[in-house]
């Protein structure tokens, strides 16, 4: 019983390890809001599409940060729009501990991920199967986002 969990556990781990990856670069890229502009920071386009599918299943720069339409006018009584980490230096100590800490379990993720990727590509009877499960898992969202 043990070796078949064991042996799904890894056809699992395989498949979604390139999503799990995404998931864990792009997200570490979003603690310190480097996918969005702020100040005189402009993030580059990659980063900012990257961060879009990431939060949004778009791969499209600005999406989930557009702005008044330009024909529109902003309301006279309405404050400037100010970004959160616009002043990262003024968060608690606390806050920028807990962003560092956060910042390592990505990384943390990412090589742990990488490790059960080789363990599940030359442990298993079955290379061939865990091959097409890595690329199946590559190719299905690649394929969807451009479908989309």
Not at 58 to 78: K, L, R
Not at 116 to 137: C, E, F, N, P, S
Request: net charge neutral; proline share 7%.
């Amino acid at each position: 019983m043990s070796r078949t969990i064991r042996q799904w556990h890894s056809y699992f781990g395989v498949f979604i390890a390139p999503s799990v990856l995404f998931f864990a670069l792009t997200g570490a890229v979003q603690i310190f809001s480097l996918h969005e502009a702020h100040g005189g920071y402009v993030p580059p386009v990659v980063v900012e599409k990257l961060s879009s599918l990431h939060k949004d299943q778009v791969f499209a720069a600005g999406h989930h940060h557009e702005g008044p339409h330009p024909n529109e006018a902003p309301p006279s009584d309405a404050a400037p729009a100010k970004h959160d980490d616009d002043d990262d230096d003024k968060l608690k100590p606390a806050t920028l501990v807990l962003k560092y800490f956060f910042l390592l379990v990505a990384i943390c993720l990412a090589i742990s991920t990488c490790f059960g990727l080789w363990m599940g590509l030359t442990q298993t009877r079955r290379k061939g199967l865990a091959w097409v499960l890595l690329i199946a898992g590559l190719f299905v969202p690649l394929g969807l986002v451009l479908a989309a």
